[in-house]
């Protein structure tokens, strides 16, 4: 199988003992183009490991598995038990419903509204309590299998709940109303927006150009009845200053920021070369109330 294990981000504080996994936590994000996972000593309340590894090219969930063993084999302790395991599944086939109106027997038919079937997937949701929805979407047996094999105690969520719940956790009775959360990946971006401190909008689009990128962004805005010379947009995830969907979508939004750090945390002084905005979602599934 041709794929590098060797991590793209790598740092691990001197503090952190491999036979000390069972006194850690380790959340993970993974999608169809890469994995990265961080360590929190939460004796220390402190972040004091991440490791990222970008695949060769679009993966499948059926070489998921692979990965993960290859990963294995370079870091064994990768597989070690932790404390608490969080494994954040990032795929565009989810859907939010209101919990009053949520009934699990039928979450397949939420679902089949929005997207299409998926074979050797299964049908999961997440509550959020903060926000009062299911998260329903799909699930790869594949990864979920492998997840259990390695980590029984695993937390299993779409990446949007925790995204959605680290929000509400961290801006809460702080949104201004004109604020959104932009939150990019390699192929599609998360819209969210919450007014009078509930979830009010959120969405994810597919993009392939920086033109479909901007396009969207622009049409939600409006569809919000914003004005884009006003909305406060914040970023997190896949994007910096340099790069060419900022720079473009910067021609109309002129208030733009990255999300600042979660100051409930402490990080390794090794994070200091991490654009830690990148990772936001990660970082905050520990606090969530899921």
């Known amino acids: 199988m041709p794929f590098s294990i060797k991590p793209h981000i ?3 504080d001197k503090s952190f003992k491999e036979a000390h996994t069972r ?3 380790m959340a993970m994000q993974i999608n169809m183009h890469g994995l990265v996972f961080s360590i929190f000593n ?4 402190k972040f ?3 490791q990222q590894y970008i695949f060769d090219g679009k993966k499948s969930p059926e070489d998921l598995p692979r990965i993960m063993d290859l990963i294995l084999n370079k ?4 597989g070690y038990p932790f404390m608490e395991h969080y494994c954040l599944v990032q795929n565009s086939f989810n859907t939010l419903i209101p919990l009053p109106l949520f009934n699990k027997q039928h979450k397949n038919l939420y679902l089949g509204f929005n997207h299409p079937f998926q074979e050797d997937h299964r049908i999961v949701y997440d509550e959020l309590k903060n926000t009062g929805s299911a998260n329903v979407y799909y699930l790869p047996n594949p990864l979920a299998e492998k997840i259990k094999e390695f980590w029984p105690n695993a937390h299993i969520l779409h990446y949007s709940t925790a995204l959605i719940e680290g929000l509400s956790v961290n801006f809460k009775n702080k949104f201004e109303e004109k604020e959104l959360f932009l ?3 390699e192929e599609s971006f998360d819209l969210i927006c919450f007014r009078n401190n509930h979830l009010f909008y959120a969405n994810n689009f597919l ?3 920086k033109e479909d990128f901007a396009y969207f962004l622009l049409s939600a805005v409006e569809q919000l009845s914003l004005n884009p010379e006003e909305v406060q947009l914040t970023l997190m995830g896949n994007i910096d200053k340099e790069d060419e969907n900022y720079q473009l979508v910067y021609r109309y939004i002129r208030q733009i920021s990255f999300i600042k750090d979660n100051k409930n945390f402490f990080y390794s002084y090794l994070f200091d070369d991490v654009r830690r905005h990148k990772y936001y979602t990660l970082f905050n599934v520990l606090q969530c109330e899921l």
Do not use: A, E, Q, R
Not at 42 to 45: A, C, E, G, I, M
Not at 75 to 78: I, R, S
């Open 10 to 12: 790598n740092y691990l």
């Open 48 to 50: 004091i490991g991440i």
């Open 23 to 25: 006194s850690y936590i």
């Open 75 to 78: 870091f064994p302790w990768f």
């Open 207 to 209: 993009y392939h150009t």
């Open 183 to 185: 939150d990019v990946h």
């Open 42 to 45: 939460p004796d220390k309340n």
